[in-house]
């Protein structure tokens, strides 16, 4: 399974960028996908996952939408009102199942950098 992160770069304060996250391989069915930031000396943190329902992050509600598309297995994450603290390298991960036991498999995208200037 390959998760491939796009979207990132650089934007101005307040500004907005898109995330997307296209999973790829014999995947039988994406059951959660979710965004975590990692920015430098800092420890990884969760941004947005969804699964039945969505969970935010503290600094990112009422910012951030996630959203899936299971026809495509791909994952979005709209980040708007954009700040200088949610400059960080972005990571993709979703929980796949492979046959209808549902047991999941944890993958990673490569990370995809989210710079914020201010």
């Known amino acids: 399974v390959q998760l491939v992160e796009s979207g990132g770069g650089l934007v101005q304060t307040g500004g907005s960028l898109r995330l997307s996250c296209a999973a790829s391989g014999s995947i039988f069915r994406i059951n959660a996908m979710g965004w975590y930031r990692q920015a430098p000396g800092k420890e990884r943190e969760l941004v947005a996952a969804?699964?039945?329902?969505?969970n935010y992050g503290d600094s990112v509600k009422g910012r951030f939408i996630i959203s899936r598309d299971n026809a495509k297995n791909t994952g979005y994450l709209q980040m708007n009102s954009l700040k200088p603290e949610d400059t960080a390298v972005y990571y993709c991960n979703a929980q796949v199942t492979f046959d209808p036991t549902n047991k999941e498999f944890s993958y990673w995208g490569q990370g995809t950098q989210v710079t914020v200037s201010s």
């Open positions: 969804i699964r039945s329902n969505t």
